[in-house]
């Protein structure tokens, strides 16, 4: 059995400060991660608003907390997690990849999020060909062609600037305004490729003979004033759900799956913290992930210290 005093499930942004600082806190760190290292940062063109990085390619940030977190001695691992257990002072992490299981004096929950779908019909059939949810993934093939955005938040927004760069134009569905920070938004309408729908639900995405021929809309409140658009493809931003199937058993969880911690990211599990998007909180952002991870790593480190006076 491998023993730590924190392991970190997650590695965004928050659960990479959260093992960069427990490793300054002279603490034995592990980080876990299913998938590639840097959550949904991976799947961002660019990122304006990251103090001192100026405009920067999201893989590009992620890389460099990586490999900050490698050059300090952070062990990484490819696990997904199936089950956390608290027994006692000790806490135990089980994956889905083989039988061993994982002793910790902490743990700091980091798992983000994943896109939240409309489960509609047209939505399985043309998932990962004419709908999509990573515009810097799948942006490329629509050069020139008519692509839709679903959501008016911040990804919504950000990635619909970015695909508009691309598209011969760009259409905007949202059931309010838009409603990610003012000058970002009033950008994206002043483009003139671009074009919004406010207070629209998406009903159906549509096909003709097995591909794909646009999306089909009604006024959000009545439910009337049914529209097609015609477009090659669709990216969707309707928000979140976090990473958290592995908790469900446990008494840490809020509405919707998140997270439910106090300001110094405890959860009511002595010894068990969340940071990052998968935490019920107001502002997702790449700044505010960091916060928490580093606040996370700070309490873990304090918990693990008035453990260890205990044992004295």
């Avoid at 515009?135 to 008016?152: E, S, T």
Wanted: proline share 3%; glycine share 10%.
């Amino acid at each position: 059995m491998r023993k730590y005093d924190l392991v970190v499930i997650g590695a965004g942004p928050a659960g990479m400060t959260a093992a960069i600082y427990g490793v300054r806190a002279n603490l034995k760190v592990l980080m876990l991660e299913k998938l590639a290292p840097g959550g949904q940062m991976i799947n961002t063109n660019e990122i304006e608003n990251y103090p001192g990085a100026g405009k920067v390619n999201g893989s590009e940030l992620a890389l460099q907390m990586f490999e900050h977190a490698q050059e300090l001695g952070v062990e990484f691992d490819y696990k997904t997690v199936t089950k956390i257990e608290s027994i006692e002072d000790s806490k135990r992490i089980y994956t889905e990849e083989d039988d061993e299981v994982i002793e910790a004096l902490t743990i700091i929950v980091a798992t983000g999020t994943r896109p939240r779908t409309l489960n509609i019909p047209g939505e399985e059939e043309f998932k990962g060909s004419a709908i999509s949810w990573c515009a810097i993934c799948d942006g490329a093939k629509y050069r020139d062609k008519d692509v839709v955005v679903i959501g008016g938040g911040n990804s919504a927004v950000d990635e619909g600037t970015y695909l508009a760069t691309i598209a011969k134009s760009l259409t905007i569905i949202t059931d309010l305004e838009l409603t990610a920070d003012p000058v970002s938004c009033d950008y994206l309408r002043s483009l003139p490729n671009v074009n919004v729908f406010p207070y629209k639900r998406v009903v159906e995405f549509v096909g003709k003979g097995g591909e794909f021929t646009g999306i089909k809309f009604v006024d959000k409140e009545t439910g009337e004033n049914e529209q097609v658009i015609e477009c090659d493809g669709v990216f969707e931003y309707i928000g979140a759900i976090p990473y958290t199937d592995f908790l469900e058993k446990t008494t840490i969880l809020g509405s919707g799956g998140f997270l439910e911690v106090n300001e110094r990211m405890e959860t009511t599990i002595p010894g068990v913290f969340g940071a990052g998007d998968c935490n019920s909180k107001h502002l997702r952002q790449v700044v505010t992930a960091t916060a928490d991870g580093a606040i996370a790593a700070q309490e873990a480190s304090a918990y693990i210290k008035a453990l260890r006076r205990k044992e004295v």
